[in-house]
């Protein structure tokens, strides 16, 4: 007789596998379940394992959170209606109709964290932290979802406590959309507000399933006196990319497989918002002026993609046949980017691998102040994907023109180019629908020849208890010979809801 396989031991078998990890061992979101809601339909639809998205989930989010085809019987939950369909035959006599979500948008995610981190510097001396409970280490607030057919919405807040006890809140995103413009559908669409640019698509922490994102790419600040400084926590002054940018962005895709993106957006970092001079910028780098920048120069961005294979970008699958595994496909997917911009007249805050240098000294012990008045940023992105595996990466080079200038902020010193080149690559793994691995790789070299190069491995097991629920066990080892070796071994719960 074949046995019958007992529900509730299954259950608790799982229970207790999820609780024997996050006991036995010792860091961002954007899942939406909001969308859960009014599709009455499960998480994994778009997703691998939140918040990577699967090639649905990509085109879901292309097409303004709309399904591919949309039609009215999928929307469980109905919007409100703002004004009768009739008036916009009558427009301008009357205002244009519009919709509301018909429940409130809302959904949050929750981080619990344990932490283990052993430092080792230059020098032998070791620090280590055992089993930090970061109870909870962030919690996240999301709206996000659709006015009417052609626009929608995305916010974020976000809390976060430190290891420290302090703790802050930030409007991570915040921003509107504008889609179908111009041309066939999905060919043009707009966003403005606050936001993760489509520059990165594929590889910034909202489309990673890591818990550590790629900080090589978006938290490495690469102007320092000599060019190159560091990984930072918080990379006040330049960084290598913005990991959110404050602008207007236009994308879309051409004939299902071609993808494009350019956009402007403020400068690459602030820095001191209020430039000094003469005997006023002695032992000081600025202070803030209430504006986000001391500039009219704005950073410009573009990237190109094309995908070969598997499902379309915007969701088309003529011609394709697709296995009933939605994360599976084979496809390879390329592309190209850069950035530009223009930071001249504002003096960014020098910074060193322990942090922020208020007043900072060259070689001579001479006080100085740094402009960067020229940085680009180029690189190549690729994807590719096999059944179960999902291999990417990216090669970005950039290139910044500092300036020196003297103590008085007067004169300048001197103009170099400083070149740095950083490139990672990630393998992800569906062993079985609840459980998935990891690894990643990084490599950065500075500007500064005389700074070793930074390595970074990554590696990450997740169990996907439920379609909201995962449990990660995440080990990272950041090496940079003259500076030391950190490795992290962090247990993370995540939860949206």
């Given at each position: 007789m074949t046995p019958v396989p007992n529900p509730r031991r299954w259950t608790i078998l799982r229970n207790l596998v999820l609780l024997a990890l996050f006991l036995g061992l010792a860091a961002p979101a954007s899942a939406f379940p909001i969308f859960a809601r009014k599709y009455q339909t499960s998480c994994v639809t778009c997703h691998t394992v939140y918040p990577k998205l699967n090639a649905f989930g990509e085109a879901f989010r292309l097409n303004g959170y709309r399904m591919p085809k949309e039609t009215e019987e999928q929307i469980k939950q109905k919007p409100v209606s703002l004004g009768s369909e009739a008036y916009k035959k009558v427009w301008p006599d009357a205002v244009w109709p519009n919709e509301l979500p018909g429940n409130a948008p809302l959904a949050m995610n929750v981080k619990m964290a344990s932490i283990y981190n052993s430092f080792t510097d230059a020098s032998g001396a070791k620090t280590v932290v055992h089993?930090?409970?970061?109870?909870?280490?962030?919690?996240?607030?999301?709206?996000?979802?659709?006015?009417?057919?052609?626009?929608?919405?995305?916010?974020?807040?976000?809390?976060?406590?430190?290891?420290?006890?302090?703790?802050?809140?930030?409007?991570?995103?915040?921003?509107?959309?504008?889609?179908?413009?111009?041309?066939?559908?999905?060919?043009?669409?707009?966003?403005?507000?606050?936001?993760?640019?489509?520059?990165?698509?594929?590889?910034?922490?909202?489309?990673?399933?890591?818990?550590?994102?790629?900080?090589?790419?978006?938290?490495?600040?690469?102007?320092?006196?000599?060019?190159?400084?560091?990984?930072?926590?918080?990379?006040?002054?330049?960084?290598?990319?913005?990991?959110?940018?404050?602008?207007?962005?236009?994308?879309?895709?051409?004939?299902?497989?071609?993808?494009?993106?350019?956009?402007?957006?403020?400068?690459?970092?602030?820095?001191?918002?209020d430039p000094v001079s003469g005997t006023n910028a002695l032992n000081s780098t600025g202070s803030p002026n209430g504006n986000f920048n001391n500039s009219t120069h704005k950073d410009f961005y573009v990237r190109f993609d094309y995908k070969?294979?598997?499902?379309?970008?915007?969701?088309?699958?003529?011609?394709?046949?697709?296995?009933?595994?939605?994360?599976?496909?084979?496809?390879?997917?390329?592309?190209?980017?850069?950035?530009?911009?223009?930071?001249?007249?504002?003096?960014?805050?020098?910074?060193?691998?322990?942090?922020?240098?208020?007043?900072?000294?060259?070689?001579?012990?001479?006080?100085?102040?740094?402009?960067?008045?020229?940085?680009?940023?180029?690189?190549?992105?690729?994807?590719?994907?096999?059944?179960?595996?999902?291999?990417?990466?990216?090669?970005?080079?950039?290139?910044?023109?500092?300036?020196?200038?003297?103590?008085?902020?007067?004169?300048?010193?001197?103009?170099?180019?400083?070149?740095?080149?950083?490139?990672?690559?990630?393998?992800?793994?569906?062993?079985?629908?609840?459980?998935?691995?990891?690894?990643?790789?990084?490599?950065?070299?500075?500007?500064?020849?005389?700074?070793?190069?930074?390595?970074?491995?990554?590696?990450?097991f997740t169990y996907l208890a439920a379609a909201n629920l995962k449990f990660m066990v995440e080990y990272q080892k950041t090496d940079q010979s003259g500076v030391g070796t950190n490795k992290a071994l962090n247990t993370i719960l995540r939860a949206a809801f």
């Open positions: 089993n930090d409970f970061q109870f909870p280490q962030e919690v996240n607030l999301f709206a996000a979802g659709t006015l009417g057919e052609n626009m929608s919405f995305m916010a974020e807040l976000t809390h976060a406590e430190n290891s420290d006890g302090s703790s802050g809140t930030e409007i991570e995103h915040a921003r509107l959309g504008f889609e179908n413009l111009l041309g066939p559908e999905h060919a043009f669409n707009i966003r403005l507000g606050k936001f993760a640019p489509n520059l990165y698509a594929g590889f910034q922490e909202m489309w990673l399933m890591t818990d550590n994102g790629v900080d090589t790419m978006f938290n490495y600040n690469p102007v320092g006196y000599k060019g190159g400084v560091g990984i930072l926590d918080d990379a006040a002054g330049v960084v290598s990319m913005p990991a959110r940018v404050r602008g207007i962005e236009a994308y879309g895709v051409l004939n299902h497989r071609f993808f494009y993106t350019f956009g402007v957006s403020t400068k690459i970092a602030p820095g001191a918002n070969f294979g598997g499902m379309g970008l915007d969701g088309d699958t003529e011609g394709v046949t697709l296995p009933p595994e939605n994360w599976r496909e084979k496809s390879f997917r390329v592309g190209i980017l850069a950035l530009k911009g223009n930071a001249t007249g504002v003096d960014f805050l020098a910074a060193n691998v322990n942090g922020l240098v208020p007043d900072p000294n060259d070689e001579g012990g001479n006080p100085y102040h740094l402009q960067d008045t020229s940085y680009t940023r180029t690189g190549l992105f690729a994807s590719w994907t096999f059944s179960d595996l999902n291999v990417f990466g990216v090669y970005l080079n950039g290139k910044d023109t500092l300036e020196l200038r003297t103590a008085d902020n007067l004169t300048v010193v001197s103009t170099d180019d400083r070149t740095y080149k950083a490139y990672f690559v990630q393998a992800d793994y569906v062993i079985a629908p609840p459980f998935h691995v990891s690894a990643r790789y990084e490599r950065l070299t500075p500007g500064d020849t005389s700074v070793q190069p930074l390595k970074v491995a990554n590696f990450n």
